[in-house]
């Protein structure tokens, strides 16, 4: 959290902050006394029991008209949360707004240190008229919104009513109000960049909350989103079958394997071949962020230098 504040602050960022910690003691008195020191960003705590949400009571602290979300790990590029307010300012029919992102794995996954490799992290618009026909595009190629800016307006409906922790409703739902609630826009910016950590056995979890607490947050959901049940039928078993239908080939990662391993050689002894496939047989948004002659370059550079250390106040 601090290497996040120490980021806004190098940044010069405009836009206030806002934390919700479930830190043990002496990793929030860490945090309460760096924000003490520095006044910049404007920085506002709330201290909150491990396992609970209350996202609405931060949001009530707020006088903000728009918000977005981030983890403690993650970064907003202050520039790009700008110009999606701007967007929304102007178009009254969207509700939220958001850059495009990558995703950056730290080796030995410290705070700080060397970027590992760098992923792209899939943003899509929602542009469907009818809050229905926003929903089912949801469900059926699933997209996470938090970290878009949207208006807090909107966020007050999000957080209505909050799922257990470890059920995926908890994400499920909020994304869900959010696209009912009005359109999506992708602006061409780098707008959020995503840590990640260890890789996730996202079929297993899958299957566990089917078997756990799809049933009865399922029936929350039915009661509670504004939309007709069948829509919210028809939306659930899109995510659902694609949650499983996508991983029967992913399983078997002998195949893929062999092929990475090709690629790999192969790009090690001729490099000019990975430059031209990923310039101009594959590029990748991922790719285009380290180049320095990209548009893109100068902010995820920022995020780089913070990641490396260079704006850390307080080295060990």
Known sequence: MIRQLQYYKAVKSPHPVYILDSSDNQDADKI????????????????????NQPFNKLLALSNEKYACFSGDDDYQIPDSLS??????????????????AVTVRIQANEVYGK?????????????????EERFLNLMNNYCVYLFNVTRTETHKKMWDYLFHFSDPMVEIY???????????????????????????????STVNWLATHFKDSYAQIKTRLPIPEKYIELGFEYLIRNSLNKYPSSLDTKP?????????????????????YRRHIKPTFSWEVTQEDSKYHHSFKNVEDSISGKFNLYPD
Not at 83 to 100: H, R, T, Y
Not at 186 to 199: A, E, G, M, S, W
Not at 261 to 276: Q, V
């Open 115 to 131: 970027i590992e490799r760098i992923s792209d992290y899939p943003r899509k618009e929602i542009l469907y008229d009818l809050p």
């Open 32 to 51: 309460k006394d760096y924000i003490s020191q520095n006044k910049e960003p404007k920085t506002t705590y709330l201290w909150t029991e491990s396992g």
């Open 256 to 276: 893929r394997k062999q092929s990475l391993n090709l690629r790999t050689s192969m790009a090690n002894k001729f490099p000019i071949l990975k430059r031209i």
């Open 174 to 204: 909020p994304v869900s109000q959010l696209v009912i609630d009005g359109k999506v826009k992708l602006i061409d910016n780098l707008q959020f960049i995503r840590q990640i950590h260890k890789k996730n056995n996202n079929l297993g």
């Open 83 to 100: 110009e999606c307010a701007k967007f929304l300012e102007s178009n009254p029919d969207f509700v939220s707004c958001g850059g495009k």
